[in-house]
Each structure stands twice: as C-alpha cells, then as structure tokens.
C-alpha cells in the first residue's frame, strides 16, 4: 500500500503543526481529551460581591463587567478590565481587537474555559462563576462547539470518525440522521472515508465544523476559523459558518483578525485595551477595516 506523503503546498504547515506543539484547552475539548489542565485555572478568582441578575432575556450568553487578572502586585496584567455583553439565539459576533487587547481571554471565558476575576458570565442561562470543575466540563460538553485555526483533526482517523469521536467518548448515541444532516451542510458527504492527510485544509476546517455542530451546541466558537485558508477557501469556509447560522440558527461567536470573517457577523465588537470600545450592527470589511483602524489607533 502507497503511503501518503505529506503535503507540502501552502496547506504544508496545517498539516504538520497541530501535532508537534501542546494543544490549548479549547483544542484538548474538541477532540474529546480532557479539558482543563488543573493549574490553568490558579490564581482566577471569582468574586461573588458584584454578581447580578443577567439574562432575563433570551441572551444565550451574557457577561457583566467581566474582568481578568493575570498574576498579582507589580507583574499583574489586567487583561480585561470591565466587558459587558449579550449574544442572542441564532446571532453571529465577531470579536475583533489588536493583539493583546483580550479577545482569546474573553472568549475563554465566555466558553468556560477559563474563570473571570470579577463580574458575572451566564451560559445557556446558567451562572458559570457558580460551577465547580467537573459542572463547567459537562456544560462545555453540552454546550459549547469549537473550530479552530488548526483542524484539530487527529490523523488515524476518518473525516466521520473524527466528527463522531467527541460524541462517543462523551458516552452518547450519534444521530445518524443528523450527521448526515451535518455532513451535507458542510458538503463532505463524498469525503466522509478519507483522512485528514487526503483532504483539503478547507475540508479539513469543513471536518471540524462538523465535528463541532454534531453536538447541536447551544454556541459555537470559532478561534481565528479562517487564519489557516487562503482566500477563497476562506470565503468557503464562511459561507458554511454562516449557512449554520441560516439554517439551524447556530448561536456563534468567532475571534478573527479577518475583516472579510467579521463581515459575515450580525455584530461586530472591537475589544482594546481589555475593554469593548466599538460595535458595529453589522458592516462591510471596509467598514470594518475603518473601525479596527481606528481602534488600533487608540
Ligand atoms: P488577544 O487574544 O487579543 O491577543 P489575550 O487575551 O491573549 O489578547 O491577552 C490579553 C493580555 O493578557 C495581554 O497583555 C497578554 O499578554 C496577557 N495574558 C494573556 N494570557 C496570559 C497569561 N496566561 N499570563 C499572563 N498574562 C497573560
């Protein structure tokens, strides 16, 4: 039997490097290892004192005057310093900021990945700040879908079989109906027996999405989904983010530095400084080029 050679175009790189570096927490989840290292969490402490009442609405997500300190004294870094924010059923937003300015912090969080130092983060309804390890992990898995820049797909294993590995550790029956529901929504029905050495990176990333809305999670995260594609596959790849949005009304939230991605958000917000300085209901990437100018400039 032939072995299949690594790919070497300008996918070279998606390849190889998610299996020669440490997956992050997000990562880990995904493909269905153990989430939340214990030490990660050292040093976050959630404060009760200013918890309020949040989401008697149908916010699917609510944060309040959410902030978060790495490290403490002189070395301490607030890396958010105050955010607020809904995410409606069946909404698209965008996060967008400078590097730095707090948007993998925010979205750990809001993902409950990681704890705030103060404020208030509701999932799905339910006070996050007010969970132990083991509720935060079954509400992740519950809950929460992640895509990443990097498929997360591991090697050994088919396009179907990597979509259904989250499913099956966690215990649970996969719908067959709905997986082929899935598989056609992100168009891999003819790829479903290959590898992720045979396929694409845009059916890598088709893979994921798949593997991420399996789950029918209430939110799906998106970490930079496109910073891997060249552009047209990135526009592909947006296309099925949002056809999810269309058709399931798939509560999204996405970090991007990609004008083009967050021109596809219902909302835009632009994070600087560890503060939401910026929203935009919606905008073309030139628009959204202007406001990330402009909150760069800061
Ligand atoms: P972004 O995703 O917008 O690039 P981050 O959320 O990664 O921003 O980081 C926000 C700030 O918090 C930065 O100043 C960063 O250096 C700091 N930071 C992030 N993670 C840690 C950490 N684990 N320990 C200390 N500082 C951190």
Redesign the pocket.
């Known amino acids: 039997m032939t072995k299949i050679a690594p790919r070497t175009d300008a996918f070279g790189a998606a390849y190889d490097h998610p299996w020669t570096r440490k997956r992050t927490t997000f990562e880990r989840e995904a493909i269905g290892m153990s989430a939340a290292l214990p030490w990660q969490a050292a040093g976050a402490v959630a404060t009760t004192d200013d918890r309020v009442r949040l989401a008697e609405h149908e916010s699917v997500v609510a944060a309040r005057d959410v902030t978060r300190r ?2 403490s004294g002189d070395t301490a ?1 607030d ?1 958010l310093r105050g955010v607020s924010l809904d995410v409606r059923e069946g909404e698209l937003v965008a996060v967008m ?1 400078p ?7 925010l979205m750990h969080i809001l993902a409950g990945l990681d704890v705030a130092s103060g404020g208030a983060v509701e999932i799905a309804g339910r006070d996050v700040t007010k969970m132990s390890d083991n509720e935060l992990t079954k509400l992740r898995r519950e809950h929460i879908g992640f895509v990443f820049q990097f498929f997360n797909l591991l090697p050994m294993l088919t396009a179907e079989e990597n979509i259904t590995l989250p499913l099956r550790i966690a215990g649970k029956k996969v719908d067959a109906a709905w997986l082929e529901t899935v598989l056609a929504q992100v168009g891999l029905g003819d790829r479903r027996r290959h590898r992720p050495a045979e396929l694409s990176g845009g059916q890598q990333q088709r893979v994921a999405i798949a593997r991420a809305l399996l789950s029918r999670p209430t939110v799906l995260f998106g970490d930079e989904p496109t910073g891997n594609l060249d552009s047209t596959t990135s526009g592909e790849i947006l296309e099925v983010l949002r056809a999810a949005v269309e058709s399931y009304g798939q509560t999204t939230i996405m970090v991007t530095h990609d004008a083009r991605a967050a021109a596809i958000a219902d909302r835009i917000l632009f ?1 600087a400084d560890g503060v939401i300085v910026r929203e935009l209901n919606g905008a073309t990437q030139d628009q959204v080029l202007d406001a990330l100018r402009e909150v760069s400039a800061r």
Request: hydrophobic residues 25%; positive net charge.
């Open positions: 790495y490290g870094v890396a900021g590097s730095g300015s707090g948007k993998s912090t994070l």
